[in-house]
């Protein structure tokens, strides 16, 4: 069982950087594909960030493409998202997702696993 555990969340300025943990264990990794989505009060949860475990390819929601990044490290089994340039529409909370398989990565229904989420906060 595939269990996620997020970090780094927090306040900060707009204009400003975090950057986002996700801690994974409890499983093999190297077939799983990874993503980022956020939940704003009143919205609906949407994807953020995707890649897969074992690749290089990464996919970006269009409102942080150039500002965001996914990464990963393999030895510390955890996934990241630098967040730059954040901006207030950006607050959420922030969940790490993994999937053995998916069709549409921008999909939340696509994936099996999720953390608990961590809270980011954007002050104007």
């Known amino acids: 069982q595939v269990q996620l555990v997020e970090s780094g969340g927090g306040l900060v300025q707009a204009g400003g950087s975090l950057r986002l943990a996700c801690a994974a264990s409890?499983?093999?990794?190297?077939?799983?594909?990874m993503g980022w989505f956020r939940q704003a009060p009143g919205k609906e949860r949407e994807f953020v960030a995707a890649m897969r475990w074992s690749g290089t390819n990464t996919y970006y929601a269009e409102s942080v493409k150039g500002r965001f990044a996914i990464s990963r490290d393999n030895a510390k089994n955890t996934l990241y998202l630098q967040m730059n340039s954040l901006k207030p529409e950006d607050a959420a909370v922030y969940y790490c997702?993994?999937?053995?398989?998916?069709?549409?990565?921008?999909?939340?229904?696509?994936?099996?696993?999720w953390g608990q989420g961590t809270q980011v906060t954007v002050s104007s």
């Open positions: 997702a993994a999937t053995g398989a998916y069709r549409d990565y921008r999909l939340p229904a696509e994936y099996d696993y």
């Open positions: 409890g499983g093999t990794f190297s077939n799983l594909a």
